[in-house]
């Protein structure tokens, strides 16, 4: 069966100090992947998704970068932080022909102080 | 006009009672609609999924789509404290990169 593991769960970085999130798929090959970000109020913003290794494509300009070194693998980063990045990330994925829903992993709770 | 729309208002129920959830879209290419649950500081996780209009039954959960007036609901029948969550719609079609539109979430308190 398929897997995925995001982590840390929770993180407290100062401004300005880079971020790395990391996501991983198991149990499958050429997963479509996401990075979101949920605020209080705001829904599911989605960041990136990626259809393949290295092919990223950004839904929102802002300071933080995607990419997809291996086919199972996600990493969300920023150089540095902002206080506007904290928020509750989720990464995602979902098989490419399946057009009914994502797959989610549990998140990973980010303050910025 | 956003995509999909979800009144994100906190709804109370006592336990037993029936609770509804809806979502409205402007999108009619839409096919696929979604129901996913969350629970605090967990990851959404798919409830249900119905394709095009009609009604869907899991147990105690039933989704409705009407395409027609680009309207879905979701029912919770006999609802339990452990449905105590945030409820989000979300749906897709076939074009668009297999990208799911979402509501904005609707949190559930279910009272003992």
């Known amino acids: 069966s398929q897997t995925i593991h995001q982590w840390p769960a929770t993180l407290v970085q100062p401004v300005g100090s880079p971020l790395s999130l990391e996501c991983t798929v198991e149990?499958?090959?050429?997963?479509?992947l996401y990075w979101y970000r949920q605020a209080a109020g705001r829904g599911l913003q989605l960041l990136f998704y990626?259809?393949?290794?290295?092919?990223i494509s950004s839904e929102v300009p802002q300071n933080l970068s995607a990419s997809r070194p291996q086919d199972r693998q996600f990493i969300l980063s920023s150089k540095k932080l902002l206080l506007s990045d904290s928020g509750f990330y989720l990464c995602?994925?979902?098989?490419?022909?399946?057009?009914?829903?994502?797959?989610f992993g549990s998140g990973t709770r980010l303050t910025v102080v | 006009q956003k995509e999909v729309e979800q009144d994100p208002g906190p709804l109370s129920v006592p336990e037993g009672a029936i609770v509804s959830l809806n979502c409205t879209y402007s999108?009619?290419?839409?096919?696929?609609f979604m129901w996913y649950r969350q629970y605090s500081r967990k990851g959404p996780e798919l409830l249900m999924y119905?394709?095009?209009?009609g009604n869907k039954e899991d147990g105690r959960f039933t989704a409705q789509v009407d395409k027609s007036s680009k309207y879905i609901s979701l029912f919770i029948r006999d609802s339990q404290p452990s449905d105590s969550a945030t409820y989000l719609c979300?749906?897709?079609?076939?074009?668009?990169?297999?990208?799911?539109?979402f509501g904005k979430g609707n949190q559930v308190v279910v009272i003992p």
């Open positions: 995602a994925w979902s098989a490419p022909d399946r057009l009914y829903g994502y797959t």
């Open positions: 149990g499958t090959s050429n997963p479509n």
């Open positions: 990626s259809v393949g290794i290295g092919q």
């Open positions: 999108n009619s290419a839409f096919q696929y």
């Open positions: 119905t394709y095009s209009s």
């Open positions: 979300a749906m897709s079609s076939t074009y668009g990169n297999n990208r799911l539109a």
